[in-house]
């Protein structure tokens, strides 16, 4: 399973762009690039996902290189709330009988953001 | 409904007792995860249970023994657990993937444990 590299911490002012770079240099062609944060002693809750094209939601946008071997999320306005311990993840799937598949998601070390006033 | 549902949230217990933890999800989900995690480090693979079939056991003692009674619901039975065996237990669940479609898992607030 590919594995992830992040930064162990970032600061950023309240109102700022927060952005949080991810390098997954061997991510095999399959294998999606997850983000995930976890606000203390809560379950991880999941932000975005992509495969190569660049994504966005209501939460946040993920910018994926060309070559798929890093990735940086970005939080375009970051809160106070935002603060947490973010994950970057490769899932890899894992075939199940009946031809399907599920995600296996393995976590990596994390980058905790701090945003500040 | 979009939550993952964990129960006991807190839980002591010695080290001679027996206990359960419960898991329950209703987003029709036939992927079921079991993590384990310990202060200040990244949520760790414990089991895997695919239409409620044990798939991935990450060479978990036997002292934790996982059951998936139905499509809905995961169990985590506890045995004679070790002090440091105490931890944040976090379930998750998700769809199938295809190639189309990858979709994300949905984890619960988890079980804080703590062995005695």
């Known amino acids: 399973d590919a594995k992830t590299t992040q930064p162990t911490s970032m600061d950023c002012a309240e109102g700022r762009a927060a952005n949080l770079p991810c390098n997954h240099s061997?991510?095999?062609?399959?294998?999606?690039v997850y983000w995930y944060r976890q606000i203390h002693s809560q379950g991880p809750q999941y932000i975005i996902h992509g495969l190569k094209n660049n994504e966005t939601n209501e939460m946040a946008s993920l910018i994926i290189t060309e070559d798929r071997k890093s990735s940086t999320l970005i939080l375009p306005h970051a809160t106070l709330r935002d603060t947490a311990v973010y994950y970057c993840i490769v899932c890899h799937p894992v075939p199940n009988a009946g031809g399907t598949s599920y995600g296996k998601l393995t976590f990596g070390q994390g980058t905790i953001l701090t945003v500040h006033p | 409904d979009t939550e993952v549902t964990q129960t006991p949230k807190h839980l002591v217990m010695g080290m001679t007792n027996k206990k359960s933890l419960k898991c329950e999800q209703h987003m029709g989900h036939r992927a079921m995860y079991w993590y384990k995690q310990k202060a200040k480090k990244p949520p760790e693979l414990m089991f895997v249970?695919?239409?409620?079939?044990?798939?991935i056991n990450e060479s978990v003692p036997s002292r934790f023994s996982p059951e998936c009674p139905n499509s809905s619901l995961l169990n985590l039975h506890l045995h004679a657990l070790q002090p440091e065996d105490s931890a944040l237990y976090l379930c998750?669940?998700?769809?199938?993937?295809?190639?189309?479609?990858?979709?994300?898992?949905?984890f619960g607030q988890g079980t804080r444990l703590t062995v005695v």
């Open positions: 061997t991510i095999s062609g399959n294998e999606y």
């Open positions: 998750a669940s998700s769809h199938r993937i295809t190639r189309q479609i990858n979709t994300e898992a949905f």
């Open positions: 249970y695919s239409y409620e079939k044990l798939s």
